[in-house]
């Protein structure tokens, strides 16, 4: 096996979904500076999802309307080059 193959910050990381409040917990190597205090008290780093099983229609069964022009702007903002 190859040496330094993997990523060495491997670590357990909180994905919270941001349209109905549904987290889990998992491993991962996404960098993140925010952390959350988890059901069992410890803190992790915790990266925030628009949409996961919990909330997508194809998983849900119900159409959801979604606001384009909304995410446009927010997308927009988010990227600005300044």
Known sequence: ??????????R?????DMSNDYSFITKSCVDTKETITWEDGNEYP???????????????GKMKLV????????????????
Request: no cysteine; glycine share 2%.
């Open 46 to 60: 915790v990266v925030k999802l628009e949409i996961s099983h919990t909330s997508h229609p194809f998983y849900t």
């Open 12 to 16: 357990l990381v909180v994905f919270k």
């Open 67 to 82: 606001d384009t022009a909304g995410r446009i702007d927010k997308f927009r903002s988010r990227y600005n080059k300044k």
């Open 1 to 10: 096996m190859k040496k330094d193959l993997h990523p060495s910050n491997y």
